[in-house]
């Protein structure tokens, strides 16, 4: 472990959501619950006190859907302040929220320097255009389309070209990025199923003839939310993977998970609570002790280290 283990800490503010992705394993809906403001300080205070956090952090707020938070406003106010400067706020949303939460949205949109960037998970042309209007508005954003096998890779290439032509900026966009969508095709030809694309492209929002870029990503869903009849595939588990195993998930009330499959809250051990201070303290020690007991059970389960099928809940049992 390093002398900060927890480079990226991802707050679920909140288990609402009225979209219906059939990734989400049901954990997100129209009844789900909220992370208030005050719980949200505590968590983020309490991580950071506790010196857990790279001062380089990435910060994510998301869910379910964020923006229909009734208290969205006064947690990216909180995390904002409370974040170390170095320290990046992220903010993950699918741009679709509810009447009732407009104003609220539109404030957050005027607020240039509060995020690092707006990632807009990409479910349909009004998430689509709810990133142009970010852009419009001088945001860092970052334009993200999920796919499971390589079939669905294209349909996601095709499906952006699409939003861009139906949103009425396809000669504009053309006009910036000359051999974009050839250059798209070539990588799909050489992606893997596993492959994360990232790209950069260049659009004059402002139409003053100097073009900004946004990322464009075409992001793996992790195999577990591909089912065989009514089991989950195998999965790595973010302990055993590169990208993740510095990560931490904190779930609408406080509990700390190390995982990040989609089906972790029903069937995977947590670690912790980010309101226990004294396990806070004892964070390092915990996770050492958790990864070697979970890579023993799996050795014992499945002989590959890190793979993961039905999750550990109730299978691992930890010295402390």
Not at 62 to 78: A, D, Q, T, V
Not at 243 to 271: I, M, N, W
């Amino acid at each position: 472990m390093s002398a900060y283990p927890i480079d990226r800490v991802l707050f679920e503010a909140t288990e609402f959501c009225t979209n219906q992705c059939y990734f989400c394993y049901g954990d997100y809906s129209p009844e789900g619950r909220h992370m208030s403001a005050h719980q949200f300080s505590l968590y983020f205070s309490n991580l950071i006190e506790a010196g857990l956090l790279h001062p380089e952090s990435l910060v994510i707020l998301f869910g379910g859907e964020i923006l229909n938070h009734p208290e969205c406003l006064e947690i990216c106010r909180i995390a904002a302040e409370q974040k170390h400067p170095t320290m990046n706020l992220v903010i993950i949303t699918s741009g679709k929220c509810l009447d009732e939460f407009l104003d609220q949205v539109e404030t957050l949109k005027s607020q240039q320097n509060l995020f690092h960037h707006w990632e807009v998970s990409i479910k349909d042309i009004e998430s689509f255009r709810f990133g142009l209007g970010l852009l419009e508005k001088g945001h860092r954003v970052l334009f993200r389309y999920d796919y499971l096998a390589l079939g669905d890779l294209k349909k996601c290439m095709d499906r952006f070209f699409t939003h861009v032509k139906s949103s009425g900026v396809w000669r504009e966009f053309e006009k910036c990025n000359r051999g974009f969508e050839k250059k798209l095709r070539h990588l799909r030809q050489g992606a893997s199923p596993d492959m994360l694309l990232v790209e950069e492209f260049h659009f004059d929002s402002k139409g003053n003839g100097h073009p900004e870029s946004s990322g464009l990503v075409f992001s793996p869903l992790d195999r577990s939310v591909m089912r065989k009849g009514r089991k989950p595939s195998p999965a790595q588990c973010s302990l055993f993977h590169p990208q993740y195993r510095s990560a931490v998930h904190v779930t609408q009330d406080g509990t700390l998970y190390p995982c990040h499959l989609p089906r972790f809250k029903k069937r995977c051990e947590s670690l912790g609570s980010a309101a226990d201070v004294d396990f806070l303290r004892l964070y390092e020690l915990r996770v050492k002790e958790f990864k070697e007991a979970l890579s023993e059970w799996q050795k014992a389960q499945y002989s590959e280290k890190g793979v993961c099928v039905e999750g550990c809940r109730g299978k691992v049992t930890l010295k402390s």
